[in-house]
């Protein structure tokens, strides 16, 4: 006769099958044909299951990667076929993982993995300017700008030649660079000469410049 009767299939005879939900000591007592009894006890424990959490980014830019990373538990097989606790994942797709803790129970987890294209900036703005004065340039509608002359906005006004390069991220944290090489034209010198300035009334005095 087993007891407790919760999560067994049947309470008599020499086998019974164990499914609590809960660890549960249980109790069997035999009993001999001349009516002796002994009872003996054995312990079910229930372990909980893992909980996996794959963490790391769900994107990648278009030719990046990104880390996905589990806590600690005692195995990981991943659809890679990696068994590390982190990969590094170069495609889309969807991943997932088997994770096994020290008590043998298993438990999965996946993460759907999707890529951004990267953006396409070009500097506008004049390809010279006169010296002594300014030139303004721009790029598209980003989340962030930081361009090699330190400044941080969409325009960049600059006053002297080169060449200026600007690095711009969109919403989706993609990351691309663009280029331009600025002249400076150099002012026009303006001068004249005349022919004699004396003369007498009504002389005609020629300019040449």
């Given amino acids: 006769t087993w007891t407790p009767a919760i999560g067994l299939n049947t309470t008599t005879g020499p086998i019974v099958i164990a499914n609590p939900t809960v660890t549960t000591t249980y109790y069997v007592t035999g009993t001999c044909s001349n009516g002796g009894t002994s009872t003996d006890s054995i312990t079910v424990p229930i372990y909980s299951l893992p909980v996996p ?16 990373s589990l806590g600690n538990f005692i195995s990981y097989n991943w659809s890679t076929g990696a068994t590390t606790q982190s990969i590094n994942i170069t495609s889309i797709g969807q991943y997932y993982v088997t994770v096994t803790n020290s008590n043998g129970c298993s438990s999965k987890d996946s993460i759907n993995i999707h890529q951004y294209s990267i953006p396409q900036p070009v500097i506008n703005g004049p390809d010279s300017f006169c010296n002594g004065t300014s030139a303004t340039l721009n790029t598209g509608n980003y989340s962030a700008y930081f361009w090699s002359n330190g400044a941080t906005s969409q325009s960049n006004v600059i006053t002297n030649s080169g060449t200026y390069i600007v690095t711009v991220s969109d919403i989706n944290g993609c990351i691309a660079t663009a280029s331009k090489t600025i002249s400076i034209k150099q002012g026009a010198l303006s001068s004249f000469t005349t ?9 005609t005095i020629s300019f040449i410049n």
């Fill in 195 to 203: 022919g004699s300035l004396i003369g007498c009334d009504s002389v």
């Fill in 53 to 68: 959490s794959i963490t790391g980014s769900d994107s990648i830019c278009s030719g990046g990667n990104t880390t996905l």
